[in-house]
């Protein structure tokens, strides 16, 4: 066993691996989440408020507007994550009733990191109340009211549909792809279509063509059933999903085929489809793990998953409704990553033996 | 004996992998029509050699031509002009037997109305016409073989290279193997084949043992018997494959 290098790394390597992601990149703790103040008030209780939040580390406060015109824009950009409004007159409210509200609303498309800020949000605020009532010993109380942007009831399935999404179609068709042209070397068919006069080219395009068929059925399966059972609305355009999801696996494919010029045995290929893509999928995809927590070079890294591109994508156009214009730069990511893998596919495939 | 046309010209052929010479230096020539017999121990390189010729591996020096065309600069038109059939792989065994006419007739460029009218006389010919719509899983070995061999020269190619056709067939399904050959070679098809088995030497028209990647005799099975003094290439093929040097692989 001790000459197997290959065995030994993944006996003794892939626990110091694990232990360093779990335990240091992945958490599920909220960092520096962006966010945006609207102070209608102005006044020194908001102000008190403002600072206790700017303070804090889970929030990282971009700037105090003065109206919340823009707050809209800014949450479907994804530039913020929660934003914070003061109505008019805070402070005279407070100490007329006793009592005061004010807003505090939450990207809810990501369930997990929305109810986490919930929970923050709620803390600061009455941290500040508990101070308040030392100071005047008076029952002061101030109401968060809540409001969760595009998914109101939390349900999980917004985020695990779309990260099923791109973890089932990544792993299908990387795996599909792969193994059946490796078969073909397996058998020795290959040799006999090399031997023909077909173009290596046609001999790719013809491997991809039905996969990217069989992989769109798995893709209308997932949507049908997450629509009629788990409810999930589909509030953008759907043929603008269909033709994103459409891109997304022939990423897949391509990634597949480059694969299945490196590995010479069937075995090799599900190897490495499985254990080279699933783990950086389901950990850098977004929908388990926040990705913006994570050290600066696994977040460099992230951006190297296709998944974690097509996950902002389906998340925008299908959640919050959001056309092309909103999602063309992770299209324009997802399309230069497919040319290139195509590209290197094309090129690394060999037409002799050897 | 009246000028031949020649089919392949090979000249000085080699291939290195690393330091090791697995075709040192080869040269030879194939006429039109005739069954050129390409004998030699395992390791010797005759799988190196016929694969150089077919377009799948890169020689490391040396001169070719097959069909009229230089294997390197022309690679296109040999592949137009061969057809191949591989020891390890012959048919799709998940595609009925008509599907894998149609798959090969296709890739070889054969229009829907020659495929049609090749597959049914071919599947005719071959008494096919049962299990024309079963699975290739489904037939004997014998009979893949012999439809293997049918679709690789579907498309009338100048030239058929077979490696090792009849590995682990019964003497009887090798004898009517070796029929449906000489036919091709009535049609002037030319046939190089490699193989073990000494029998099947005796079918050939002209052999060339290889050693150690070299050919050491090229001639007629008579010549050769006559040459070396033996009683059958069985003799001739021990003669030669003691003196030698590799280890088969």
């Not at chain 2, 037939?139 to 009849?166: M, N, R, Y």
Request: aromatic share 10%; with cysteine; hydrophobic share 50%.
């Amino acid at each position: 066993m001790f000459r197997d290098t290959r065995t030994l790394l993944i006996l003794f390597g892939l626990p110091v691996v694990q232990i360093l992601l779990f335990g240091f990149a992945l958490s599920n703790e909220v960092k520096n989440s962006p966010m945006l103040v609207c102070d209608y008030a102005q006044d020194g209780v908001s102000r008190n408020l403002i600072d206790k939040f700017s303070a804090n580390k889970s929030f990282n406060l971009e700037e105090v507007l003065l109206s919340h015109r823009e707050l809209n824009d800014a949450f479907k950009k994804g530039r913020i994550k929660s934003a914070l409004v003061f109505p008019p007159r805070f402070e005279t409210e407070l100490a007329r009733f006793n009592e005061a509200e004010l807003q505090f609303i939450v990207d809810a498309s990501d369930p997990n990191t929305a109810n986490i800020l919930m929970t923050y949000a709620a803390g600061l605020v009455g941290d500040y109340q508990q101070s308040l009532l030392l100071d005047y010993s008076l029952p002061y109380s101030i109401q968060p009211e809540i409001r969760m942007l595009y998914n109101p009831e939390l349900k999980p399935s917004f985020t695990f549909v779309p990260g099923l999404l791109a973890l089932v179609l990544m792993l299908v068709s990387v795996m599909m792809t792969s193994v059946s042209i490796v078969r073909e070397k397996e058998y020795g068919s290959m040799e006999v279509l090399l031997v023909s006069p077909v173009n290596p080219w046609m001999l790719i395009v013809a491997k991809i063509v039905p996969y990217l068929f069989l992989a769109l059925i798995n893709f209308i399966t997932i949507m049908l059933l997450s629509i009629t059972l788990l409810d999930l609305p589909v509030n953008g355009s759907a043929l603008l999903l269909f033709a994103e999801s459409m891109l997304f696996i022939v990423t897949a494919l391509s990634l597949g085929i480059l694969i299945s010029n490196v590995a010479q045995t069937q075995q090799v290929a599900i190897l490495i489809s499985l254990a080279g893509l699933l783990l950086p999928t389901v950990l850098f995809t977004g929908f388990l793990f926040p990705i913006e927590n994570m050290p600066l070079a696994l977040r460099y890294f992230a951006d190297l998953v296709p998944s974690r591109w097509y996950y902002l994508i389906v998340k925008s156009v299908m959640i919050k409704g959001l056309g092309l214009l909103a999602v063309w730069k992770e299209t324009l990511i997802l399309f230069l990553m497919t040319a290139s893998l195509l590209f290197l596919s094309f090129r690394s495939f060999k037409v002799r033996l050897l | 004996m009246k000028e031949k046309k020649v089919v392949i010209d090979v000249e000085g052929l080699t291939k290195c992998f690393g330091a090791f010479k697995a075709v040192d230096n080869i040269s030879f020539e194939v006429f039109q029509g005739e069954i050129f017999g390409f004998l030699g121990a395992n390791g010797a390189g005759k799988t190196t050699a016929m694969r150089m010729l077919c377009g799948l591996s890169l020689p490391t020096s040396g001169k070719a031509r097959v069909a009229g065309f230089d294997i390197y600069k022309q690679s296109e038109q040999v592949k137009r002009n061969i057809g191949y059939m591989s020891q390890k792989f012959s048919l799709y065994e998940d595609l009925t037997v008509m599907e894998n006419i149609r798959l090969f007739g296709g890739i070889y460029g054969l229009s829907h109305k020659q495929i049609k009218e090749k597959s049914s006389e071919l599947i005719e010919t071959l008494d096919l016409i049962e299990v024309s719509k079963k699975l290739v899983a489904a037939l004997p070995l014998g009979w893949k073989q012999k439809l293997a061999f049918s679709i690789a020269i579907l498309h009338k190619p100048q030239i058929v290279f077979l490696d090792e056709p009849t590995g682990g067939v019964d003497p009887i399904t090798r004898r009517q193997f070796w029929k449906l050959i000489y036919k091709a070679t009535s049609e002037s098809i030319t046939v190089f084949v490699t193989t073990h088995y000494m029998d099947e030497a005796e079918y050939c028209d002209r052999i060339s043992m290889m050693v150690d990647g070299r050919i050491k005799a090229l001639d007629s099975p008579q010549n050769l018997k006559m040459h070396f003094s033996a009683s059958s290439m069985d003799d001739v093929f021990l003669r030669l494959a003691r003196k030698a040097q590799r280890q088969a692989e």
